[in-house]
């Protein structure tokens, strides 16, 4: 269904039938819930933290006798999530980031992983970095990039040097 049909169908429904599916919608969807909470209260800061633990525990889970279970499907998720809210640049660049910088972080603390662990890794540095060269951000988190390559130094398959040079490709054009 196309916009227009939809805006068409809701025109034609009185207030009090708008207010009806609306209701519904807020009962049957997680998504739209979060999203008119958000509207009405937006608490971005208290979104972002959320979102964050979300990250961090994929990697640092609370606990422990729990196993980290390093899903970048859940944090990536979890971004798509706060995206959705049309949070601040700012905001959204630090949670991001938040992504390889705990993959960085995890694998310097334990030692070599996977090879499509360093993919991903990797993927979601380089997707972070055109976000912050888009916003104009580079330089606000120059050093926590910069933190994620010296994490990866001491790691293997060649994710040291393609961090690297990804940060140096983004911040040579930045200077």
Not at 83 to 90: I, M
Not at 123 to 148: A, M, P, W
Request: charged share 30%.
């Amino acid at each position: 269904m196309s916009k227009l049909t939809l805006k068409k169908h809701l025109l034609s429904l009185t207030k009090e039938q708008i207010v009806e599916q609306v209701l519904a919608l807020y009962d049957t969807s997680k998504a739209v819930k979060e999203y008119f909470e958000y509207s009405l209260d937006p608490d971005e800061k208290g979104q972002f933290e959320k979102y964050k633990a979300v990250i961090v525990n994929e990697f640092y889970p609370k606990g422990k006798t729990v196993t980290p279970k390093t899903r970048f499907s859940v944090a990536k998720k979890a971004i798509a999530s706060f995206r959705s809210l049309n949070p601040s640049p700012k905001l959204l660049a630090d949670l991001m980031l938040t992504l390889p910088e705990m993959a960085c972080m995890f694998t310097n603390d334990y030692g070599d992983m996977w090879e499509q662990y360093y993919t991903s890794a990797a993927t979601n540095f380089e997707l972070t970095l055109k976000f912050l060269q888009k916003h104009k951000l580079l330089e606000h988190f120059r050093k926590r990039c910069r933190d994620c390559v010296k994490y990866a130094e001491p790691c293997g398959y060649g994710f040291a040097d393609e961090m690297d040079d990804l940060f140096n490709e983004y911040y040579s054009k930045s200077n």
